[in-house]
């Protein structure tokens, strides 16, 4: 599993976590706490309602006394009750429940009270906020939806029958209704791989990319506001970083969905055989992956996506409440945005390049029609584009701290796979170091020469833009492109480990 890798190994292995000085705090919920299978909701559902709760007092404004609050959390409590409830009479996950409807019908409660806001209320599902511009509906499901009904009928219709043979009939009467609309399903076992984008927790709709697309902008539009804002007097610090991270952790769950497009397959489990209908496996129309791949740009990758004002910044200490559920954070104290960027930014960059998307992306060649799959070379092409855009015409721009740690991590991960760097895994010092390590352990061969040819691109447009532009450089920006090229010169010539 590309993204979740990384986190068994650290489990399995504490010494490497310690020695890798994971983040500390409650940033990126379950890194450093992987929940247990019998939590099941666990820490991540109350992170969603989190972020719920925080949206409606920094957006509209609501008390937390207040009646929009009260409802919200009803709300939360009541779609919770029900997960657990539907466990309790037999029912499993099902993680296709929340694909029921579309991304403009979510906030139509004529339909959401009727029918349901998802399909069954056995997915994870997140909070439900509407994006700007539209009026809010419901915030969770407030009745179950028509896959559950489904599946408690066919558990629980009293048959009259003398054998379980007798009963077949009737059963298989009601699972032929398998391929109705709201009734898909994806369970555990079939999620683990992140084969399929739309058969996953914490995604929304029958659109998620666009999902995922309104909940980065609310993301956003609340850091707008933090960063013009001041504390309350009954306010502390703490509850500022707190905020800050929740919002940080919002972020990153929809930009780190966005991966499982590039290379992602639909799987489905109501296959009947026959010449129609869908086949068990369908790649995602290479449209969307470009469109994913596209987001990713336009909210991982771009310059302006993490620009904190210093009044922020400079707010977000520490909190030293010490109660269960809590962390404390005793180092460093103040906040550390050069490292938390620039590991989100390795995180989604190790995903989307991990050898395992890679593999896919290579078997997507004969798994499709010729022309129609998102090819490797498209993917290094893109990413390369996005992150080290260098311009030779008009007058050049010094190249920010953050754009310059994207652009090492992007390199890093080019010369990890270039050089066959399979040591590394044990030289890591660093947790970015770390995630490259693992996932580019095993790359494909035409990944492999792929990333040396993107590396060779790189430094020539490198030296045009310092031939060019190199006097009119800072002197930051100048020793950064001088020390990209070198290190690519090194690697270049550096004698290839055999297999
Ligand atoms: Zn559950």
Not at 377 to 398: M, N, R, Y
């Amino acid at each position: 599993v590309p993204y979740l890798k990384w986190q068994e190994i650290l489990k399995s292995n504490p010494g490497k976590a310690a020695e890798l000085n994971l983040p500390a705090g409650q940033f990126l919920t379950g890194l450093t706490q992987v929940p247990d299978h019998e939590f099941c909701f666990a820490m991540a559902s109350a992170q969603q309602a989190k972020f719920g709760a925080l949206s409606l007092s920094m957006v509209n404004h609501e008390l937390p006394s207040g009646e929009e609050m009260k409802t919200f959390i009803h709300q939360y409590l009541r779609y919770l009750t029900a997960h657990e409830v539907g466990h309790t009479l037999g029912l499993r996950h099902n993680f296709r429940g929340s694909t029921m409807l579309s991304p403009e019908e979510l906030n139509n409660t004529e339909i959401t009270r009727n029918k349901g806001l998802v399909g069954s209320v056995m997915d994870y599902v997140p909070v439900n906020l509407a994006p700007e511009g539209i009026e809010q509906g419901d915030y969770f499901s407030t009745v179950v939806g028509p896959y559950d009904k489904w599946v408690i009928k066919y558990g629980y219709t009293p048959i009259d029958a003398l054998t379980p043979q007798q009963e077949l009939r009737t059963l298989r009467k009601i699972a032929a209704q398998g391929s109705e609309m709201g009734l898909s399903y994806a369970t555990d076992e079939d999620t683990f791989d992140f084969i399929d984008p739309e058969a996953k927790v914490w995604d929304l709709s029958g659109d998620p990319l666009r999902y995922s697309q309104w909940q980065m902008e609310n993301a956003k539009a609340i850091w707008k506001r933090l960063n013009n804002s001041y504390l309350l007097p009954e306010e502390s610090a703490g509850d500022l970083r707190d905020r800050f991270d929740t919002v940080f952790s919002y972020f990153f769950d929809h930009a780190i969905s966005l991966t499982g497009y590039i290379g992602g397959q639909t799987f489905n489990r109501n296959y009947t055989g026959g010449k129609t209908g869908t086949l068990p496996f369908e790649p995602i129309p290479v449209e969307k992956q470009r469109q994913a791949l596209a987001m990713l740009g336009e909210y991982m990758f771009a310059e302006d996506t993490f620009n904190f004002s210093p009044q922020l910044l400079n707010q977000l200490a520490p909190s030293r409440w010490t109660h269960w559920g809590a962390f404390t954070t005793i180092f460093p104290l103040d906040y550390p945005i050069h490292d938390r960027v620039m590991l989100v930014q390795t995180i989604v960059l190790g995903d989307l390049f991990s050898s395992e998307r890679l593999a896919r992306l290579r078997d997507a060649q004969l798994k499709t029609s010729s022309g129609e799959a998102l090819t490797m070379a498209e993917l290094f092409d893109t990413v390369q584009d996005s992150i080290w855009k260098l311009d030779t015409k008009g007058k050049i721009e010094p190249i920010s701290s953050l754009r310059r740690g994207l652009q090492r991590q992007y390199m890093s991960l080019l010369v990890n796979m270039a050089l066959r760097n399979s040591n590394s895994l044990e030289t890591a010092r660093t947790f970015p170091e770390f995630i490259i390590a693992i996932q580019t352990f095993n790359t494909p061969e035409d990944a492999r020469v792929l990333a040396r040819y993107k590396l060779r691109q790189l430094r020539d447009a490198i030296a045009k833009t310092l031939n060019k532009q190199g006097k009119n450089l800072d002197t930051a920006s100048l020793a950064h492109l001088e020390g990209a090229r070198d290190r690519i010169t090194k690697v270049l010539d550096a004698p290839l480990q055999a297999e």
